[in-house]
């Protein structure tokens, strides 16, 4: 049987091809990135200055953590694992957020950084424009991956301080107070997220349990705007409240709130509400059997 | 597995002590029917305490048990609905709407007695009081 000479299609150029090549001008570039080291930071250091970024820090701590981001940008680029930059990536916006860093001052940095060092590499290889452009090819992919590594995790790091100040937000705002004997007063303040309202719910009614609450006054002055949601959200909160035996009274009802409730037509005959948290409170206390009196009344007539 | 029923004075006591099926809520549904009637009972009180979870089944239950008492005269109120359970309740939907709740036993028994005095002055004289038996 004859075999038919097969078609060998050429096969596309393989980006790894050249990994030997690479992995060899990159040792080469980062020798040279280690020797020039000093000049190259105050390069660096000086197109910072002259870009106006890292304000919010001195010259010696930009200095200081000019020669980190070098060393672990340098090491990037040898090694080609990039574990060790993103955390000292994060590390580093742990530092210097408190500090009032930007995000745009951060990716600013790292990618003057990287022209600084394209710029020695053009002046080292400029006579050799082949050589020059493999060295490029060698540079670019992994100065690239750096930057995003080093804007990535900062960002990264924003985030989760971002996620830590609004669980503390939630913790503080939603205290639920014993005010008088079987009276508690749940004062909302700020915006009324789904997850924050369940939180509210659970709170309230534990404390209508421990406290054996018979009126609870949920006032929701500080409230700027409530959607649909939310408002489903209070109306079960009233209703669970109940369940519990307890009467809850809304005050502090703003217009617009008044108007969301109206239109998405909640239920308002098992809401009772009051126009101020004053008002809420007498309320409450006279549904508790409580009068307030001035002491002169009180007085044993002579 | 049967809820015991207590009588205090002229009212009825149920505390559920555990998870009922539905064949139980029936039962005890029938059961405290029965003894409104027998001993001319003016409030029942049920105590779910114990209950951790309530089911659409059960809270039908319970509104029926208040409703049937009603027209024999007496008036209902829940008392111990946990606070999970009042939570799962109203997600779903859940309403015991016109059944009256309290928070425990204690608070139960407040409600009954406020109920009772509220209707003195509604109480015939004893001679014409209709035979509700």
């Known amino acids: ?302 | 597995m049967e809820v015991p029923i207590l009588k205090q004075g002229h009212y009825l006591i149920a505390s559920i002590q555990s998870a009922l099926t539905d064949a139980d809520l029936s039962q005890l549904r029938e059961a405290l029917i029965e003894r409104v009637g027998r001993f001319r009972a003016r409030g029942v009180i049920v105590d779910v305490t114990a209950l951790d979870v309530m089911d659409s089944f059960a809270v039908r239950t319970l509104r029926d048990i208040a409703h049937m008492a009603r027209l024999r005269g007496a008036d209902t109120v829940i008392v111990g609905i946990q606070p999970e359970v009042a939570f799962a309740m109203v997600q779903l939907g859940l309403t015991l709407k016109g059944v009256a709740t309290a928070l425990d036993l204690e608070e139960g028994l407040a409600f009954l007695n406020q109920q009772g005095e509220g209707r003195l002055e509604d109480r015939r004289p004893p001679g014409s009081r209709l035979d509700r038996g």
Do not use: C
């Not at chain 1, 000019?66 to 060790?84: C, I, K, P, Q, R």
């Not at chain 1, 009276?183 to 406290?211: F, H, K, S, W």
């Open chain 1, 1 to 302: 049987m004859a075999t038919k000479t097969k078609d060998v299609q050429p096969l596309p150029p393989d980006p790894l091809a050249h990994t030997e090549s690479t992995a060899a001008l990159l040792r080469e570039l980062v020798a040279h990135l280690r020797q020039n080291r000093t000049q190259l930071r105050e390069e660096w250091a000086r197109r910072i200055t002259r870009a106006q970024l890292l304000t919010a820090m001195t010259e010696e701590e930009i200095f200081a953590e000019a020669t980190s981001v070098y060393d672990n940008y340098v090491e990037a680029l040898e090694t080609g694992t990039f574990e060790a930059l993103q955390a000292y990536a994060r590390n580093l916006s742990e530092r210097i957020i408190p500090r009032g860093v930007e995000t745009h001052e951060v990716v600013g940095i790292v990618l003057l950084l990287r022209d600084v060092l394209a710029r020695s590499l053009f002046a080292k290889y400029h006579e050799d424009f082949d050589k020059l452009n493999r060295i490029l090819d060698a540079y670019e992919p992994a100065a690239n991956r750096i930057a995003n590594t080093v804007a990535v995790g900062f960002v990264q790091e924003r985030e989760r301080i971002i996620r830590q100040q609004q669980e503390a937000i939630r913790e503080l705002s939603t205290p639920v107070l014993q005010v008088r004997e079987r009276l508690l007063i749940l004062p909302i303040i700020g915006v009324i997220d789904p997850q924050r309202a369940r939180q509210l719910t659970e709170q309230l009614l534990r404390a209508i349990r421990t406290n054996r609450a018979k009126v609870v006054v949920i006032d929701i002055t500080g409230v700027a705007a409530m959607d649909s949601n939310v408002a489903n959200h209070l109306v079960q909160t009233v209703e669970a409240s109940r369940l519990l035996g307890a009467t809850v009274i809304v005050t502090g009802l703003s217009p617009e709130i008044a108007q969301t409730l109206v239109t998405i037509g909640v239920d308002l005959s098992e809401m009772a509400t009051v126009g101020d948290l004053q008002g809420g409170i007498e309320e409450a206390e006279r549904l508790l059997g409580y009068k307030v009196l001035p002491l002169e009344d009180l007085a044993p007539k002579a």
